[in-house]
């Protein structure tokens, strides 16, 4: 079993990036001042933005723990357990080489703590290093280790790969761990193998919260949100409390849809369960009331109960009024930042992606463009609201937003489907449906149903029957089982006055036995 492990890890491995411990020598953080981590948090947080669950006051308490006994390995292993929990990796190597330091690297349980924070966080060489020099190891060190590998699989997408520790695992009985059985669910739905992770979810007789959020996110990030919503319901029924992190990730896949109606039942359990004090979701819900279509009433009383304004909550409701083209309360907001701005920290990323999204729904185009000019660094979020500043005031400006996609796509890999979806915005404000349609065409299915339907929105607007038609036909073809699609196709045949034809469209919903879920009260 290790023998075929490492070759599984060396194969891994040779695909993944560098880990960040090649760029960054331990011994350099050997002599940390953990009284001041505050200041190590604030950086961490800028880096990752993964700091949420790390006790800092359990930070400074290492300091003690140099000159006496509070620094225990039990306190060294809840924090370890918080770096993997919020894939915090640079904190998570400050306290690997406080460990050496202190002499707690033969510890076998800080070891597997240490094993699956690297793991975790996807740095599966450093992984395969410790496991290496961990001279006792026991179930759970196997177990951290082949959920490392599976980490691994997911990231890359390797399913052959995947199947084969699966394989592994059944032959040396570790799926009766649940951490293994709960990287292997995740693995599969990384890998769009969303009946398998199911397979497996039901196979797995002790469901914790963990494996219930993890199958959650599977069925969201597969564009399942009905059976998402199903699954919640279950989870609740079944007698295990949703957190924060299975509601923010539910709510998320309704951000850039209409469905109004689920947004608010979630909301209502978010109430039930009590986490309505949770900043980050409030956060969240902010965002996605903007997005979904509720009225600006509902939206001020989203605003109100927000448990705390800061710097995060402040531009989650500029951002949420510029969606709904509110921007006087957009600016009277931003009035308040600027104390912020003051305090030094208008060069954080997420605050100037408010900006630029403010600046570009309120028309300045040249504010915009100036504060994404000056930004240091760029993330998918900062490209997107440049390329909808290009979409939504045109001036001429297509060729320059193009520009900008190819810089994005050559600087950052592979867009989203979002950016996707600003390309054609951008050609069809400007009258440019012929090279939308072009430009639609050459991705193919890989990229959803979303950006046609973009495109099938151009024609509709614009009247051109004849590209309306095409993409009528190929949106059918490539995703014949979302209802969302025939709607789409029906409105736009019945825009151009085949009334037959958009009948039997939507006919079409009922005898492939396509439906939407029946409704539920979640209060």
Known sequence: MQTVLKRQFRTTQCLIFRPLSTLINPKSFLDINFSSLGNVAALDDHKENHLKSIDLDLLAQLQHGSHGSICSSYALNNLISSCATSRSLYIGIQIHSFVIKMGFSPHVYISTALLDMYGKCGVISDAQKLFDETPHRNVITWNSLISAVLVGCSQLETLELGEQVHGLSTKFGFLSNVVVCTSLLEMYWKCSNVDDSRRIFDEISDKNAVVWTSMITGYTQNQQT?????????????????????????????????????????????????????????????????????????????????????????????????????????????SEMRQIVKSGHSSNIYIQNGLISMYAKSGNFDEAKLMFTSMVEHDTVSWNSLLSCYAQHGKGLVKKGLEYFELMRSNYGSPKVEHYACVVDLYSRAGFLDEAEVFVNKLGMEVGPEVYKALLSACRVHGNKEIGLRMSRKIVDLFPDDPAVYVQVSNVLASNGYWDDSARAHNLICSKGIKKKAACSWI
């Open 226 to 334: 009905n059976i998402a919503m199903c699954m919640i319901k279950k989870m609740l029924v079944s007698g295990h409390k949703a957190d924060s992190i299975t509601y923010n990730t539910l709510l998320s896949s309704f951000s850039n849809t209409d469905d109004m109606i689920h947004c608010e039942q979630i909301h209502g359990s978010i109430i039930k369960q009590g986490l309505d004090s949770d900043v980050y979701l409030a956060v969240t819900l902010v965002t996605v009331y903007s997005k979904c279509g509720s009225s600006l009433q509902d939206f001020h009383k989203i605003c109100a109960t927000l448990p705390l304004r800061n710097k995060i909550t402040c531009n989650a409701i500029i951002a949420g009024f510029s969606n709904m083209g509110n921007v006087e309360k957009a600016l009277g907001v931003f």
